[in-house]
C-alpha cells in the first residue's frame, strides 16, 4: 500500500513556468514532510521540508504548501530553470517512525 | 564536500558472488539507512541503524545483511546477488528518527 501518492507522474514546463507537485497521504500520525530532488545517477537531496504547524514554507524558488485538514501537500517551483530538470520526490515521516515513506517521485522537464 | 559517502560508484559483480558496498559518514549521525532504488521507482528502505541497534524491514530478503562497526561507517552485504538485486543502492543518514535525512551519491549495482 503506498503510503504516500503522489502526482504528477511526470511534468514538462517552459522555463519561467511554475510547476506544481502534489501528495496526499492518510496517515494522521506523519508530522514531517520532506521534498527531496534527484539528479540522474545521483542520490536524492534534501530540497526543502515542512511540519504540519505551518502551512507554507518557502526556500529560495521553493515552496511547499500544506493543508493538514485535506492531508495534502504540493511542492511549487518558481521561475523553473533547465537545471531544474529532475525527479522529484515527495516523503513523510511520522514521530514514532524508522522510516521516510516516499512518493512514486515525478520527472520534472524545464524547456529553455 | 560530501558528507555521506558511498564506495564504489559502481559495482559490477557476478550472479551469486558475494558483493558488499560502503557508506561513511562525517555528520556523526545517530542513524544510517539502506535503501534500494530500481530504475523510475521510489527509494525502499531495506533496514537502518539507530546507533548499534539494527532494525530490519519485515520485507527485506535475507540475502542482505548489514554491518555497523562504528559511528562513522556502515556495510551492506548481498550474500549471493541475483539478477533481481540489481538496482541503485543508497546510504542516507540522520540525527534522529523523524528528522531531515542526508543521502549519499549511491552504488549503482549490476549483476552479470
Known amino acids: 500500500q503506498q503510503q504516500v501518492k503522489q502526482s504528477p507522474q511526470s511534468l514538462i514546463v517552459q522555463k519561467g513556468g511554475i510547476p506544481i507537485i502534489n501528495c496526499a497521504y492518510e496517515?494522521?500520525?506523519?508530522?514531517?514532510f520532506p521534498w527531496y530532488q534527484q539528479f540522474p545517477g545521483k542520490g536524492p537531496a534534501l530540497l526543502i521540508a515542512?511540519?504540519?504547524?505551518?502551512s507554507e514554507k518557502k526556500e529560495g524558488r521553493f515552496t511547499i504548501s500544506f493543508n493538514k485538514s485535506a492531508k495534502q501537500f504540493s511542492l511549487h517551483i518558481m521561475d523553473s530553470q533547465p537545471g531544474d530538470s529532475a525527479t522529484y520526490f515527495c516523503?513523510?515521516?511520522?514521530?514514532?517512525?524508522?522510516?521516510?515513506?516516499f512518493g512514486t517521485g515525478t520527472s520534472l522537464t524545464v524547456i529553455p | 564536500d560530501a558528507m555521506v559517502i558511498q564506495n564504489p560508484r559502481y559495482q559490477v559483480t557476478q550472479f551469486g558472488k558475494p558483493v558488499t558496498l560502503s557508506c561513511s559518514q562525517t555528520l556523526n549521525h545517530n542513524v544510517m539507512y539502506w535503501y534500494q532504488q530500481k530504475s523510475s521507482q521510489a527509494p525502499k528502505l531495506l533496514f537502518h541503524y539507530y546507533d548499534k541497534d539494527f532494525n530490519n524491514e519485515a520485507d527485506t530478503p535475507d540475502n542482505f545483511q548489514s554491518r555497523r562497526p562504528n559511528t562513522s561507517f556502515c556495510f551492506l552485504d548481498i550474500r549471493s546477488p541475483g539478477l533481481g538485486d540489481a538496482a541503485m543502492y543508497l546510504c542516507?543518514?540522520?540525527?534522529?528518527?523523524?528528522?531531515?535525512?542526508?543521502f549519499g551519491q549511491g552504488t549503482r549495482l549490476t549483476v552479470v
Open positions: 496517515n494522521t500520525a506523519f508530522d514531517y
Open positions: 542516507a543518514t540522520s540525527r534522529g528518527l523523524n528528522t531531515e535525512a542526508f
Open positions: 516523503a513523510a515521516s511520522k514521530r514514532s517512525g524508522n522510516q521516510f515513506y
Open positions: 515542512i511540519r504540519p504547524d505551518v
